[in-house]
């Protein structure tokens, strides 16, 4: 046991693929959603994109030196499917097919992880979908649930030798609801019906390659990260505790209950059909994929929110919405440790003892380097700290937690906002591509290792 947490308690760190990479059509690499997003002028502050990002494509030996100077044992990255089939097509022409160079990419990446004692855990798509697929619907096209199988069968067999652990989708919700309803993210749809119909495809995905990888390689895990927060209601007035629950359905049982209980909540369909929405026509063949489950679920956890029933507000919900907790953050959450182990417990009443993995906890602050060149980010200390102590009473209490990962390794192109925000535990500095260790690298190391105490 270190610090309370057990001997084989995942310690890491994660990335994503758009976020690090940059060599946005390096190698044969295709355009994806995002490529396309961020090079229309207004859509990301400053007018960035991930064009270059932290140039990761090129680093890979700087970076894996240091993950293995952090002493994670678990490195969470993603995979870029336009990398992988430029085209999002497995359809066998040159510009369609595999991209050799892509897949190589990947390969010497998850070996490279692995040769420094650092499990590889990847992840299939956090948000990046090739653009040509895009152009034919994307997630609201009911054909890309075969598209992404097939991309999914390439990534197991071509990594299966160094990947124990596999992420079928980040955050579906963001996906679905942020990309196809708000439109702050590509493809930029403001369509509840559409959202609900990419929620579904989303769920037959994950199913159909949980299905495959249990075909190829059945000693792999595979699990969904979900972006989960604490639902509390403002008062205790009926109204207020059903908007809570609403928020939650929403939020979180509407996917975790189809690959769990395998269907979705009656009260969240009853809810969306009476504001007139379209649900997705659900069959007993979607249940019975729905039914292939997740090995183990990734848990995100950013901040939580306190719920009011409000007619009018947030539609289709019908509720407002206020952050819990006092101290900002350069993203404008706020830091609510209690929530992430209210939640963790919640979980586990509601679905059994499943195994979670905190696949994502950070926060922003504004970093800025000291004459010195050091980063005294004590803040971002005291953040893991105070999340590491509400998992460590979950655990306590119960709890199935496996693992803990921050967001992020790395400062990287934090989407809509560009480069203006930092979760990194390594200060990048844009100009130049020097990676510098912040306070909070050195006290999280110290902390894997036994050094330093909770
Ligand atoms: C996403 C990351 C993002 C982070 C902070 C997470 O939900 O997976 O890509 O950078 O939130 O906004």
Redesign the pocket.
């Known amino acids: 046991m270190t610090n309370g947490f057990p001997k084989d308690f995942r310690w890491g760190a994660?990335t994503?693929s758009y976020?690090i990479e940059g060599a946005w059509s390096a190698d044969g690499k295709g355009e994806s959603i995002w490529d396309r997003f961020s090079h229309v002028p207004g859509n990301i502050t400053n007018g960035d994109t991930g064009d270059v990002a932290c140039d990761h494509y090129h680093r890979i030996d700087e970076d894996v030196a240091l993950m293995k100077r952090l002493g994670i044992n678990t490195y969470s990255f993603s995979i870029s499917w336009p990398r992988i089939f430029p085209n999002g097509k497995p359809d066998g022409t040159a510009a369609g097919g595999l991209n050799q160079k892509g897949l190589d990419w990947y390969r010497t990446l998850a070996r490279k992880v692995c040769e420094a004692g650092i499990t590889p855990m990847a992840t299939l798509y956090?948000?990046d979908l090739p653009q040509a697929l895009q152009d034919r619907g994307g997630w609201a096209n009911p054909d890309i649930v075969d598209d992404f199988e097939h991309y999914a069968r390439t990534m197991f067999e071509a990594l299966g030798e160094w990947v124990p652990i596999w992420v079928s989708h980040?955050?579906p919700w963001?996906i679905a609801w942020i990309g196809h309803w708000l439109g702050h993210h590509p493809p930029g749809l403001r369509d509840f019906s559409t959202a609900l119909r990419v929620s579904h495809h989303l769920l037959l995905a994950h199913g159909r390659a949980k299905a495959a990888l249990a075909g190829i390689d059945p000693q792999a895990q595979i699990g969904i990260?979900l972006?989960t927060q604490m639902n509390y209601p403002a008062t205790d007035r009926d109204e207020d505790r059903a908007a809570a629950h609403r928020d939650y359905g929403h939020y979180t049982r509407w996917f975790l209950d189809p690959l769990v209980k395998g269907d979705y909540p009656a009260d969240m369909i009853a809810w969306y059909r009476s504001k007139g929405l379209v649900l997705p026509d659900v069959t007993d063949d979607d249940r019975a994929v729905f039914a292939n489950g997740i090995d183990f679920l990734g848990h995100?956890y950013?901040f939580s929110h306190r719920l009011r029933h409000t007619p009018g507000e947030n539609w289709p919900l019908e509720l407002a919405t206020e952050l819990v907790g006092k101290h900002h953050t350069q993203?404008g959450?706020r830091i609510w440790p209690q929530g992430l182990y209210d939640n963790l417990v919640r979980i586990t009443n509601d679905y059994g003892k499943i195994p979670i993995i905190i696949t994502?906890n950070?926060v922003?602050f504004n970093d800025i380097p000291t004459e010195a060149g050091v980063i005294e980010d004590t803040t971002r200390i005291e953040f893991i700290r105070q999340h590491l102590v509400a998992a460590r009473r979950a655990m306590a209490d119960g709890v199935n937690l496996q693992g803990y990962i921050y967001?992020?390794l790395m400062d990287?192109?934090?989407?809509e906002?560009g480069y203006t925000?930092r979760?990194g535990l390594t200060y990048i500095d844009y100009e130049t591509q020097k990676r510098t260790p912040k306070a909070s690298f050195e006290w999280y190391r110290s902390l894997i290792c036994g050094k330093a105490d909770l």
């Open positions: 994660a994503a976020q956090h948000w980040t955050e963001v990260k972006y995100s950013y993203k959450w994502e950070g922003a967001w992020s990287n192109f934090e989407w906002d925000t979760f």
